[in-house]
Every structure is written in structure tokens, then in C-alpha cells.
């Protein structure tokens, strides 16, 4: 593999018009679709690059409820409604109508006739469509609740039946290159910005390879690692975010981070998903000595208040009173036979952590979900840096406003995935004899004279700062003193972590913490900038706010 990346990636006559690096998912739903729909042509090279290990790795795996299909009684018109009603006076009307005509056939080719993947369905045949929170009609397609497990799985074999297809695990990518940035040339400067691949570290080898292509996709998901209880996986931690930052991509809506309420809090399983549904079966939030505690902070709805309300109650409870969580039960209000049969794979992952929720309460505490904001892409996925592209969780569409709709984030990745593929060929077809820089003409990765390895102790406690920071002043309730503290303290670190990377041999852990303080700063700066409380961006001091329907 070594030797046949150079190769493939560079065209010694720089006549590389076919390859496309996408930057970096091969797990990811959304850099999966890209990749398809590009290699479809048998002549053009596609080579996906992802940190981790395992191929199947990213947020994509660990969705449960599901993506949104056609319901029997539905309709394009009413899940635009159902989009913009949640995304809080936010969300892009032209986005959602896009989401809503092209999604349910790309499901259909993408998921069921290329990626093979079975939903749930009636024993007539007919798709079994689940109803979830601010949705007006079933219409959520399922695999049980592993849904993204099925999905993953199902695009990662389609990727490796494909020949042009070449996935990269263990790859991490550090940054874009971008001209005039990375240019010999003085005279770039007066060019408009333009991407030619990315750097990326080989983390066995432990050197950083260039990868030069005609286009680049980001589709590097999202960014809850940052915060110290998140449902994200290790990868999220915004890398993506970061070096299109660097590059001078536009970053908006950064402010608007999706807490889920309730997230395991047992050691060993920190993070792991607890379903709406638990509590839409009957569960209810008590604090840790019993107390039933959302009629104090929502009369009416109670435990089924929406998201958002019920996140800050759990918060708030704990900051007033120091709880470090607070306790659903559903074992109180529901068979255990019924129990176990809803809910097969919370009760299977309860029971590892050593909680038997026939029995006991879960331990739960609000966790960050989902990135509402991004790389500010048009309707094709394409950033403001020509041959750059976004898709997914990173890119922000518009679709999903200040505050996303529930599982409509797989739906985005295929959408936005396929069209930004389809924007590459367009752009191929209509220059093909574009020529990409040389090798000589893009400095190689130097780290001649670092010796020093990055000391663990000082990545992992700085990584802990960060979500700490993250946690308890960029997080649920916001206020001006909090996000100014959050900024002078990211800043200082910000300054300690640039000088560690530039003088510290490259490694996974560097680049994930340099981008972590580098999208945690962007965060905490738009949500001290906007004063506005709307959707997933609350800010207690002040006056003005704007409801929406937050019930996602
Ligand atoms: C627990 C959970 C449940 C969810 N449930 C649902 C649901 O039911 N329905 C729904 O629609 N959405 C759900 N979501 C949200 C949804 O899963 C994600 O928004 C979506 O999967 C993002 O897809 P993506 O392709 O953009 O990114 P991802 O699937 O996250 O893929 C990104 C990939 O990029 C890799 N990567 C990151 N940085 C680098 C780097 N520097 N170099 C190389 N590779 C890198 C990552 O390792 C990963 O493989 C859920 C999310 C979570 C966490």
C-alpha cells in the first residue's frame, strides 16, 4: 500500500484529473455515498481515508432510530414543515425541500439496491415506518435499533466490491492543501484559494503522505468529543472543522451543539445512547435520593417535555445540587418481559455495565449529539474554496437550522453525499485536461529535527480541559461570563497546544487535541456573539428568545 499511494496519487505530469481524495470516511455515511457514486466510473480513482483501525468506525455506526423514508400517509410538503418547524425559524427552506424530493429514492438506490440493507417490515411486506418526537407522520425506517450498524456494514462491503474504490484505515488527515497556502509560487497569492488534496498521517508508519486530487470531500462527521459527556465516538472530535478552518473555509452556525438528555452514565459505558423511547414508554427522571423533578420545570409535558427542556432540567439539577447524574426508571413503570423485548439492546448494554434496568434505575446525564453547524456548503456540497467539498455531519447545509429534526442526519449525508459527487463529475467532464500541481511544487511534510514523542499525560489531561471547559461553560446554559471564561481559558491552551504540535513528533492524539481547542474556540466565539437564545443555543441572560417548535 505504501508504495502504490504515491502513485495513485500523484500523476507525475500532474494531469490528475480523476482522482478524489475524500477526506475521510470510509465509515461515514456521507463519504460512502460520495465515493460510490463516484467510482461508478470504472476510470476514475477514488481513494477514502479514515483514522480509525476499523472501516465501519464514525457516528454513522451508532445510530438507533433510524433514517426518514416516505411514509404511507406522507409527503414531501409535510416533512419540509416538520424540518423548518424544529430547525426553530433557522433552517434553509430550499435545503429541506431538497432533503425531502431526493431523499426517499436515493434510500432506495443507495441503502436498499447498492448497500443491500433490509429494514424492518410487517409480515405483508409493507415497511414497518416508526414515529418519532416532532414528526408528523411515521416514517422512520429501521434495522431494530441498530440501524446504523446495517447501514455501516452495508456500504462498507459495496465500497470494497468496488476496484477504484482504495480505503485507507489507520490514516489520519491533518490538513488541506490548499494553494496559495502551500504554494512555491508567489504569484498564487493572486489566485482565488484552491484545494489539491491533504496531508495525512500514516499512523503505523508514522509519516505524512500527500494526496493530491482534482477534488476533495470532507465528510469527517462531528465534534461531541470535545465535550466531556457526549454519545459521539472517539473520531468526533471535529477534525474536519478544524483544517477546513485553517484553510479559510466558512464556518457558520457554530453555536448551535444538540444535547440529548439522557446518556449512560456508568463506568465503562459513558455515552451510551438511552432512546427517547424509554421514557415514552413511562420512564421518569428522578434525582439520585428520588425526587420526580421535570413537573418542576415543565408542568405539562413533564418527563416528555421536549429535548432540549428536558436536557437543561437534567442540568440544572445537577449543578444546583451536585449531582454527577440523575436516575431514569422505567423499571417501575413496565414489565420486565415487556421491557427486555422493546429494548433488547439498551437491557443487553445495561446489563454489561452491571445495571439491570428490569430492576433499577438507569443513570443518565445530558450528553452532546449532534453539530448543527459546519462548513458552510451551497446546494451541491460545495464550500467557498474551489475543488473543496463538505457532506454530512461537518458541512452545514442549512437543513438543520438550530435545532435538527430527528434522524434526519443519515438522510442528509446520502443527499448531500451523492450531490456532491455528482457536482465532481459535472466539474470533471467539463475540464478534463485540468492539470494538478506537481510533486515538486508541494512541500513534503517536514519534521526533520522533532525527536520528542508526544507525551500522553500532557494530550489526554489537555483533552480533559477542553471538554471540562466545554462542558461547563460552552454547554447546555450559557451566559456572557461563562463563554468569555471558556475563550481567555481555550486561548491560553490553544498557545500551549500549537507550540507542543510544532515541536513534538506527529501522532492521532496530537492532531485530534490541536483541532479540538481549534473547534472548541470557534464554538464558544459564535455562541458568545449571539445573544439570541433559538433552538439548541440557550443563553440565560437573555431577554430575547425565540421557541420555535423544539421538539426534537
Ligand atoms: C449515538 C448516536 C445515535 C444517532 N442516531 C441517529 C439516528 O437514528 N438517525 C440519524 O439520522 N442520525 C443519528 N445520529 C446522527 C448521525 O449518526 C450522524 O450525524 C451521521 O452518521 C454523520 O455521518 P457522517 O458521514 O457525516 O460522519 P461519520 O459517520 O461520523 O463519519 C466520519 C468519519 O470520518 C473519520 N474521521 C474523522 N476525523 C478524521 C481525520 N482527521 N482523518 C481521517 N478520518 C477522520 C471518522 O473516524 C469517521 O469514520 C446519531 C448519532 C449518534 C452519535
Redesign the pocket.
Known sequence: MEEKIPRRTFLKNGAMALGVVA??????????TTALRLARDPQRQVIV????PDPH????????????GRGLDDDADLLVKDILAAGAGASSPQAARILAEEGPALLQEILVETAHIQFDSLPDGEPEYGKEAAHSRRRIL?VGDG??QAIMAGLVEAMQRCPNITILTN????DLITFPHHSRDPLATYRPVVCHGAY?FDRKQRTVHRFVAAATVL????L?RIYRNT???P???G??LA?AHRAGARIVNAEYVQFHPTALAAPGAEGF?ISEAVRGEGGVLLTPDGRAFMSDYAPEWKDLAPRDIVARAIHSEMETHGYSYVLLDIASHMPADALQARFPNIYARCLEAGIDITREPIPVVPAA??FCGGVLVDEWGCSNIQNLYA????SCTGLHGANRL????????LVW?DRAARHIEAALRSAPRAVLPGREEIPAWDESGLVADADSALIQGDMQTIQNIMWHYVGLARNAERLSRAIRELRHLWNEIETFYRTTRLSDGL??LR?AVEVSMIIAQAALHNRQSRGCHYREDSASSVEGERLI
Not at 477526506?23 to 460512502?32: E, K, R, Y
Not at 430527528?406 to 449525508?413: D, K, Q
Open positions: 477526506v475521510c470516511d470510509l465509515s461515514g455515511i456521507a463519504g460512502a481515508i479514515t483514522r480509525a468506525e464514525s457516528n454513522s455506526r451508532y445510530a438507533q432510530g433510524g433514517v426518514i429501521h440501524t446504523g490514516t489520519t488527515a491533518v495525512a465528510a469527517t462527521g462531528g461531541g454519545t459521539n465516538p473520531g468526533a472530535r477534525d474536519g483544517m445512547l449529539h449532534y457532506v454530512g455531519e461537518i430527528a434522524s434526519t442526519s443519515l438522510l442528509e449525508g453525499g492532531i485530534g483541532n
